[in-house]
């Protein structure tokens, strides 16, 4: 069975984004259906997979990760405007329901990137 991991990387800081909060939906003509919420530990990964068994399947996702809650703790104040980033939304597609899908996120202020991991 495939399942869907995701790692976050603070790239500013040189270290795992811990305590990142990210939602997970799936993407059905215009609908938006949620399948979870989910926080970054420690290492920058959620405690299990994000989606696996009967609920990984072929189709269209969305992960929304809260970038700007999580820059604002590291930079120890919000500022009074808004941020640069704030929510980053990946849409991503999954077309092999038995393989690993990884989607990590290198972030920092001012930039990120992603790409599909191993």
């Known amino acids: 069975m495939g399942y869907l ?7 500013a800081q040189g270290c ?4 990142l909060r990210l939602t997970l939906y799936r993407l059905e003509a215009d609908d938006r259906q949620t399948l979870g919420e989910f926080v970054t530990n420690d290492d920058g990964r959620c405690d299990g997979p994000l989606l ?3 609920a990984f399947r072929v189709g269209e996702y969305e992960l929304v990760f809260q970038a700007g809650a999580y820059l ?3 930079e120890g104040a919000a500022g009074s405007g808004p941020r ?3 929510s980053i939304p990946i849409r991503f597609g999954i077309d092999e329901a038995d393989a690993h899908y990884h989607v990590p996120l290198l972030l920092s202020p001012f930039g990120y990137s992603t790409y599909r991991g191993s």
Not at 5 to 11: I, R, S, W
Not at 16 to 19: F, H, K, R, T
Request: hydrophobic share 25%; aromatic share 4%.
């Open 72 to 74: 604002d703790r590291q």
């Open 84 to 86: 640069f980033l704030d």
């Open 16 to 19: 795992p984004a811990n305590g």
């Open 5 to 11: 991991t995701t790692h976050v990387l603070d790239t």
């Open 52 to 54: 696996e068994g009967d």
